[in-house]
């Protein structure tokens, strides 16, 4: 009578296993009905159910099939190559890109009957597919480590503060293929630590930038952009479908430029908003978030960076019942600060301020803050006529951008209001030529105008590490400082860099032209004097330019001259 364990048909890795002594006939069979059962690799119950050693296995299913087999205790996890980490697909395989060469891209695999990872791999790769046997359990860990390392946080970042975070999102719509994957906890997790990890730096924006081949992540602190992370490319429209579920972006739409907001709830106390912008790429969409923090960016005027004759400059205009304080620089350089800053002494319970601006920044209770809304019809010049019908005491007008916002900001100045705005020029002489450029007539711009602030930001050296530097003096005259100021002596330092701080700086401070339009500088607008006779006139009564303050800063040590050329010219 045949026996029927000798009877049984076994597939070949099982008979190889039987037939190396590694296997009883009769357990490895009925392993290998339930695999088929329960439709699971056979290596994988091999590897889970039984003690065959893990290299055996490996070794015996490598001989059966033809595949090399790769020790993955050998293998260097840098070398991952992170923009082919498609989760779906390592998952759903149980296989893992290990390194590319060229177009060829080497995938862990543990179960040598999986064909078809092979052909999936390619498609979504479009590259070439040499496949490698390992050991299962050892491919297990990796995948584990691999995707959560993707998924982590870049940087050092704990849990601290997690417990009360709480995020105010849009309403996540289900009936697009585009919502799926965005509320993964992994995503969701990376979202917020991201926007946390940029509060705790004091970054002013979060860049995410989709590429061919790579996914950037920067922080802009202290106004300098930083790379602090490149999670893999496959994971960035699942992060950016992320953020614009929650700033209320239509996520199927990814052909215009989108705009929304989130707001952090850090604690019952405090929360910061966010400014979200969408802007469609080659490669996908770029998302700029930036850090509106209205606690942080109102500051005293005394912290602001002005010396002693420029703060009585701009206290003594605040000062005045009506007239024009212009301020104005590029994009970035503080003048928003500046002015709230004003409007938080101007705030008193006898004023009426109103503001209008695209859009609002820094909330203030107790004044009135309009966003302009061109589409609808609700632009600077409708909010400006809006506004002069409300009895104002102080307006706000967040740029001056056309003819028509600058003839009615003059007109309300004119007539018994005090009105604050911006422009975007160089310096302060400029200022008035572009105005009398937009058609500004030159007796409006006399007979309004009391102070023109010219501003730009420099970070400031850290008080912690910074170190004093010696410079030769023919250097220290080609870079602006006067033979009055060497023989007083000159001590400048440079940033060295520490753990308080980011590359030595820590912080930014205010460099400042600050000039009141006197009855001489009238004279010479009503007359039509260019910027080039203004800014003489300028320093002939004793008004710094930008480049003479900041040379002052880094006298004071207080930034470096590294810095005060970046953020200014000679």
Do not use: W
């Amino acid at each position: 009578m045949p026996n029927p364990v000798s009877s049984v048909r076994l597939p070949g890795l099982a008979r190889r296993l039987v037939d190396a002594g590694l296997a009883e006939t009769a357990a490895i069979a009925a392993l290998v009905d339930e695999a088929r059962e329960q439709q699971t690799p056979l290596v994988a119950m091999l590897a889970t159910r039984t003690k065959i050693p893990e290299g055996r296995l490996a070794e015996a299913a490598g001989d059966e099939f033809g595949l090399p087999v790769f020790d993955l205790a050998a293998f260097d996890r840098d070398l991952l190559p992170k923009e082919h980490l498609i989760e779906t697909l390592i998952r759903k395989h149980h296989a893992l890109p290990l390194l590319q060469r060229g177009n060829r891209l080497f995938v862990a695999i543990s179960d040598p009957t999986n064909l078809s990872a092979t052909d999936e791999f390619k498609f979504a790769t479009g590259l070439s597919i040499e496949t490698v046997l390992v050991e299962h359990n050892k491919l297990d860990r990796l995948i584990e480590d691999s995707i959560n390392a993707a998924m982590a946080m870049m940087g050092d970042l704990d849990d601290d503060g997690f417990a009360e975070l709480a995020v105010s999102a849009g309403e996540e719509e289900r009936n697009d293929d585009a919502t799926e994957g965005i509320d993964d906890a992994p995503v969701v997790r990376f979202v917020n630590k991201l926007m946390l990890d940029a509060i705790r730096r004091k970054a002013s924006d979060i860049h995410l930038e989709p590429y061919d081949k790579d996914f950037r992540v920067r922080f802009r602190i202290d106004g300098v952009l930083y790379d602090v992370g490149h999670p893999p490319i496959t994971l960035a429209p699942r992060i950016i479908a992320r953020v614009k579920v929650m700033s209320r972006m239509d996520i199927a739409e990814r052909r215009i430029p989108q705009d929304g907001r989130i707001k952090l709830k850090l604690s019952r106390s405090r929360a910061i908003d966010f400014r979200i912008s969408s802007c469609p790429t080659l490669y996908g969409e770029k998302i700029v978030m930036r850090i509106l923090d209205s606690d942080a960016a109102l500051l005293s005027i005394d912290v602001l960076g002005f010396d002693d004759e420029q703060k009585k400059h701009y206290l003594g205009a605040l000062k005045r019942p009506y007239g024009m304080i212009l301020v104005t620089g590029p994009t970035g350089s503080g003048k928003t600060v500046t002015l709230y800053t004003g409007m938080a002494i101007l705030n008193t319970n006898d004023r009426n301020i109103s503001t209008a601006e695209d859009p609002a920044e820094i909330n203030m209770p107790g004044i009135n803050q309009v966003n302009v809304h061109p589409k609808i019809g609700l632009t600077f010049a409708n909010a400006l006529r809006a506004f002069l019908r409300q009895d104002p005491d102080v307006i706000m007008v967040g740029e001056i951008r056309d003819l028509e916002t600058a003839e009615i900001a003059i007109k309300a100045a004119q007539t018994g209001h005090l009105v604050l705005s911006t422009l975007h020029t160089n310096d302060a002489p400029q200022t008035l030529t572009r105005l009398a450029n937009m058609g500004v007539p030159a007796y409006n711009l006399a007979s309004s105008i009391l102070l023109i602030i010219a501003q730009r930001l420099a970070r400031r050296l850290c008080p912690v590490c910074k170190e004093p530097e010696q410079l030769p003096e023919d250097v220290l005259l080609k870079e602006g400082f006067s033979p009055d100021d060497i023989s007083e002596g000159i001590t400048l330092y440079r940033p060295v860099g520490c753990d308080q701080c980011t590359d030595g700086y820590k912080g930014r401070v205010g460099i400042y032209q600050v000039l009141p339009i006197s009855e001489t500088m009238q004279r010479l607008i009503l007359e039509g004097g260019n910027s080039m006779q203004m800014a003489d006139q300028a320093e002939r009564e004793g008004v710094n330019d930008l480049r003479r303050a900041g040379l002052l800063k880094a006298r004071a040590g207080v930034t470096s001259l590294e810095e005060i050329n970046r953020v200014t010219t000679d």
